[in-house]
Nanobody, 119 residues
């Protein structure tokens, strides 16, 4: 069992920066692929960034060059550094942990943290 707790969301002006954190409890954090998703009002939840257990990363086109995902396995934490924030980045940001082991898929979600981009 893995529990995920996001933090770092707040009100920021356009062009500003935030760093989101997702702290995981439980074992084998390093074996999980970690994702950041976001959901804006009236929109579907979308994958923003991913980092695999090997450190490979993926970004949705709209955040490439502005967001950076990273992980610290010693601290059981994944981060999302967000720069040059735009109003369209405003959403609830969720952390997800996923792994497949022995033919079983393990999937866990955090409860989200609100990011508001407004002047």
């Amino acid at each position: 069992q893995v529990q995920l707790v996001e933090s770092g969301g707040e009100l920021v002006q356009p062009g500003g920066s935030l760093r989101l954190s997702c702290a995981a409890s439980g074992s084998s954090f390093s074996a999980y692929t970690m994702d950041w998703y976001r959901q804006a009002p009236g929109k579907q939840r979308e994958l923003v960034a991913e980092i695999t257990s090997d450190g490979n990363t993926y970004y949705v086109d709209s955040v490439k060059g502005r967001f950076t995902i990273s992980r610290d396995n010693a601290k059981n934490t994944v981060y999302l550094q967000m720069n040059s924030l735009k109003p369209e980045d405003m959403a609830v940001y969720y952390c997800k942990a996923e792994r497949t082991r022995g033919g079983s898929r393990y999937l866990y979600w955090g409860r989200g943290t609100q990011v508001t981009v407004s002047s």
